[in-house]
């Protein structure tokens, strides 16, 4: 213990004796693994934000869809041919489904302006045409006002649900309960306005929304389009039953063969989770290797800069040969030096890291979380890094003789 407690101090001793050369050396380090902390600290907030905004989209539900959500590439025209979904669907469903609660509808048509007398919004917001369940399937609740009703929904009235953003800019400081918007130059009267969601994924808004009943979104987009279906099962332990009920439903409602795939889409809340964490995987290995790439060149720098010190220290390591010091010491001695080098570059890598993350929290609002593992990670690749690039110079200074050693300046 005693050695090693010597070794470090004359380690420490080296790197405040040449801070600027230390300082450079450890940049490499420092940079790879302040990459690692604030990109894994980055991934795990934004899974724990993809989990919380899924969980916002209605308990016990699933939708059925004629599109697929994924990534990567999707053969669009294979799915243009399936029949759309239709509100007779719905229909069908609540009719003959012994597991489901409700089945609401929708559909949306982005990039409109709405207006009203003397403002107009950006042609950002998305109208969405739906059906009076759909409160209860999204998980959305009503702030001020109320919904449409069933018969505003069936009579196609034109009445409208407001999302917070178009109330900040159309109606800042006033009610907009009773007053008029306009989208595609057609009136509408708001009757309510939702309950502030904020971002999804941090990206899109989920109040930058106009909602309108299904016949009136119709009557101003047209109907020749698709809707999805968000089915509400009975409880959360009939979610996976209720799937399979609704999938017979619609297997025997288009004519499907037991060998023809089906025509049409599931998600779940889980299965848009499960993918997302599988893209998430692929962007931690992709930085990890990039991060890894960081280290070696700082081990490369490490290399170098020890078998700089073993030529300066050539004098210093003959004298302390001859006054008895075995080859296994003058080895723990560089080999220390490497390890606390890559250690120190490792903690302040750790630190930046941390400090990332929690600008990320304090200035974007967004919940970056470092993950132990991570941390842990980071302190092993650090010292395996230092290890392995300190052995080779630790091992020169170990084989030198001491006679020739003294001898030079």
């Not at 294979?78 to 007779?88: E, G, H, I, S, V």
């Not at 600008?359 to 974007?364: F, K, P």
């Amino acid at each position: 213990m005693r050695a090693f407690l010597d070794n470090l101090r004359l380690a420490f001793g080296t790197f405040i004796a040449n801070p600027l050369r230390t300082l450079l050396t450890l940049l490499g380090i420092v940079i790879g693994v302040a990459t690692v902390i604030a990109m894994m600290s980055l991934i795990e907030g934004l899974r724990l934000k993809v989990n919380r905004d899924l969980s916002q989209l209605g308990a016990n539900t699933f939708q059925v869809t004629k599109w697929p959500v994924g990534f990567g590439r999707v053969n669009w025209n294979k799915y243009a041919k399936r029949p759309n979904f239709t509100l007779a669907d719905r229909d069908d469903v609540m009719k003959h489904a012994t597991l489901v609660r409700t089945v609401s509808a929708e559909d949306a048509h982005g990039g409109q302006k709405v207006s009203t007398s003397d403002r107009e919004t950006r042609p950002t917001v998305i109208i969405w045409g739906v059906t009076p369940e759909w409160t209860e399937t999204s998980g959305v609740e009503v702030q001020s006002g109320r919904f449409f009703s069933q018969a505003e929904e069936l009579e196609g009235r034109a009445v409208a649900v407001l999302g917070q953003d178009v109330v900040d800019v159309l109606f800042p400081g006033t009610d907009p309960i009773g007053q008029q918007v306009r989208v595609r130059n057609r009136p509408y009267t708001v009757i309510g306005v939702l309950q502030r969601r904020g971002s999804f994924l941090g990206i899109a808004s989920m109040d930058n929304l106009v909602m309108l009943p299904m016949h009136a979104f119709h009557a101003a987009f047209g109907q020749n389009r698709s809707v999805d279906l968000n089915v509400q099962a009975i409880d959360a332990a009939s979610v996976k039953q209720a799937q399979e009920e609704v999938t017979q439903i619609f297997r025997r409602r288009r004519g499907l063969s037991p060998f023809d795939e089906n025509n049409f889409e599931v998600h779940t809340n889980d299965s848009m989770t499960r993918m997302f964490n599988s893209l998430s995987q692929v962007i931690s290995a992709a930085s990890f290797g990039v991060c890894l790439l960081s280290l070696v060149v700082g081990g490369i720098g490490i290399l170098n800069i020890m078998l700089v010190s073993v030529t300066e220290r050539t004098r210093e390591i003959g004298i302390r040969r001859a006054l008895g010091a075995r080859r296994r010491r003058i080895l723990m001695q560089f080999a220390t030096e490497a390890v606390a080098l890559s250690l120190l570059g490792g903690v302040l890598g750790i630190a930046i890291g941390y400090f990332v993350a929690f600008l990320a929290r304090w200035v974007l609002d967004f919940p970056a979380v470092v993950p132990v593992w991570s941390v842990v990670l980071s302190v092993v690749m650090s010292s395996v890094v230092g290890l392995a690039f300190g052995i080779y110079p630790a091992a020169r200074a170990a084989r030198l003789d001491p006679v020739e050693a003294m001898r030079s300046e």
